[in-house]
């Protein structure tokens, strides 16, 4: 079992099967009621979310508004985001806070770590929304700086497929799920799970990452308690 897990989700997943752009009560009560039934007495968990489901960066601008501004746009999608699975996660009665690396005072609190870890230490889970603070920057790299401030014994990427694929399983029907991978077989291979840059912080920080499905109920928790689900993404 794991002692500090940091849990990353895609905006995407707060969304509904038929429009992922939006935020859709069921999906997010669904959420919410996986990471409560998957907290494990001794097992600290963070979160890093993302915003695609309101705003896509840089591809959204369509070349209208420039890359800095959009991405900023991106990182305050991400803090709606927080807000909302805060307050889902609160219904289910889990104490959380919310940490942004913009400061939005009245909104949430600015990201402090050592606030951040004694948050942590008093079983409170805590959301790290607003990306890393910067533009040109994914909520994936956000996920693994994240990890790395908190000491955080593996990342769990919790997406819309079984694990990582030999290709994209929705377009290639003879993709084969990976179950265990290193870090450099994955960066020369070119698998799209993460971005180069959060993947090779995690190698840097020998930080191991999780892929699985979020959408098959139980396995949350299954992960937490050091199950076999999905693809393991590790050093040699």
């Excluded at 895609?10 to 935020?23: F, M, N, T, W």
């Excluded at 009665?93 to 008093?122: D, M, N």
């Excluded at 993709?175 to 698998?191: E, R």
Aim: aromatic share 6%; with cysteine.
């Amino acid at each position: 079992m794991y002692k500090r897990v940091l849990l990353k989700l895609s905006g995407e997943a707060l969304g509904s099967p038929g429009d992922s752009r939006s935020i859709n009560p069921p999906a997010l009560t669904f959420i919410a009621k996986e990471i409560a039934k998957g907290l494990q007495r001794g097992t600290r968990l963070a979160l890093v979310i993302g915003g695609g489901n309101i705003w896509r960066g840089a591809r959204d601008g369509n070349g209208m508004i420039d890359r800095v501004t959009s991405d900023n746009m991106g990182m305050l999608a991400t803090i709606i985001n927080a807000m909302a699975l805060q307050s889902a996660l609160e219904h289910e009665g889990v104490s959380t806070r919310v940490q942004t690396a913009i400061e939005l005072s009245r909104l949430a609190e600015p990201f402090i770590r050592r606030r951040a870890l004694r948050h942590l230490e008093k079983d409170r889970v805590v959301i790290f929304a607003g990306g890393t603070g910067n533009p040109y920057f994914t909520t994936d790299t956000a996920a693994a700086l994240r990890a790395a401030e908190i000491h955080a014994d593996v990342i769990f990427k919790a997406t819309q497929v079984d694990g990582v694929y030999t290709s994209d399983p929705k377009k290639d029907p003879k993709a084969k799920l990976i179950k265990d991978i290193t870090y450099m077989s994955a960066i020369n291979k070119g698998l799209k799970f993460m971005d180069a840059s959060a993947l090779t912080l995690c190698m840097e920080n020998n930080i191991p990452i999780l892929v699985f499905n979020l959408h098959k109920p139980g396995n949350i928790r299954r992960a937490m308690r050091g199950e076999k689900v999905g693809t393991l993404i590790r050093q040699d």
